[in-house]
C-alpha cells in the first residue's frame, strides 16, 4: 500500500510538470492569437477611417464639380442672351394695337412672327389670343436678311393663296389656343378668312385643294416610281 502510494505520487512529481508546460503553450498560442486579431482590428479601422476620408474627399468634389458646372451653365446662358442683343421673341410680351380695337380681330402676326394684340382685351381674352398668335410667330421666319425675306414673303403668298394652308394654319392656332378641336374647326370657317383677293375659305374648298394636293402628290410619286422601275 505505501508502495502504490509512493509510486502515484512519483508518477504525479513527473507529470506536473508536463501539464504546466501544455497550459503554458496554450497560454502562449492564445495570446498569439489575441494579438494577430488586434492587429486585423487595428488595420480594419485604419482602412475604415482611409475609405471615410476618401468617401469626404470625393463628395466635396463631386459639390465643387457642380457648382463650376451651374456657375459655367449662368454664364453660358447670359452670353446667349447677350449676343441675341434682345429678349427672344417666345419670352416678350407682345405689342398692341390700337386700331384693333372694335375691329372684331384681336391680334395679327406680321411676316416676321412680331405680334400684335388689341389693347382692349381682358386677361382671359389676351392669354387666348396669345396662345392662337404664337403659333402663327412660330411658323413666320424670323430675321431681316436676304433668305428670311424670300421665306417670310413666300409664306405669306401660300397663307393668302391656298385655301388649304390658311385653313390648316388658323385650325391649329385655334387649337392650341382653346384646346378643342370643335372650336378650331369653326373658327378656321368662320367666314371671316379669304384668299386670292375675296374667295371666302369654305371647308369644302379647303377638302378641294387637299384631294388636289393629294392627286398631286400621288401622281408624281407614280411617275418616279414608273421611272425607277423601267431603269
Not at 500500500?1 to 503554458?24: D, K, N, R
Not at 465643387?64 to 459655367?72: D, F, I, M, T
Not at 388658323?170 to 378668312?193: C, D, K, P, T, V
Request: charge should be positive; hydrophobic fraction near 40%; glycine fraction near 12%.
Amino acid at each position: 500500500m505505501a508502495s502504490e502510494m509512493v509510486l502515484g505520487v512519483f508518477c504525479l512529481a513527473a507529470t506536473a510538470p508536463l501539464e504546466g508546460l501544455g497550459y503554458a503553450d496554450d497560454l502562449v498560442r492564445g495570446l498569439s492569437w489575441l494579438g494577430r486579431t488586434t492587429d486585423a482590428a487595428r488595420q480594419g479601422i485604419g482602412l475604415a477611417k482611409r475609405a471615410c476620408e476618401l468617401g469626404k474627399q470625393i463628395g466635396k468634389r463631386s459639390v465643387k464639380a457642380l457648382r463650376v458646372a451651374a456657375k459655367r451653365g449662368v454664364r453660358a446662358a447670359k452670353r446667349a442672351l447677350k449676343s441675341v442683343g434682345d429678349t427672344p421673341r417666345a419670352m416678350r410680351l407682345p405689342a398692341t394695337d390700337g386700331r384693333l380695337t372694335g375691329s372684331g380681330t384681336s391680334g395679327y402676326t406680321t411676316p416676321d412672327g412680331r405680334v400684335f394684340l388689341d389693347p382692349a382685351l381682358n386677361g382671359a381674352q389676351r392669354v387666348e389670343t396669345m396662345r392662337h398668335e404664337s403659333v402663327h410667330a412660330f411658323l413666320s421666319p424670323q430675321g431681316d436678311d436676304a433668305l428670311a425675306t424670300v421665306r417670310q414673303n413666300a409664306g405669306q403668298w401660300g397663307y393668302e393663296s391656298s385655301a388649304f394652308l390658311n385653313a390648316t394654319e388658323e385650325m391649329a392656332a385655334q387649337w392650341y389656343a382653346s384646346g378643342s378641336l370643335r372650336n378650331a374647326w369653326s373658327h378656321a370657317f368662320n367666314g371671316a378668312y379669304t384668299v386670292r383677293g375675296g374667295t371666302v375659305v369654305t371647308p369644302s374648298l379647303w377638302a378641294a385643294e387637299f384631294a388636289a394636293g393629294a392627286s398631286v402628290v400621288g401622281g408624281l410619286g407614280y411617275v418616279f416610281y414608273q421611272l425607277g422601275v423601267r431603269e
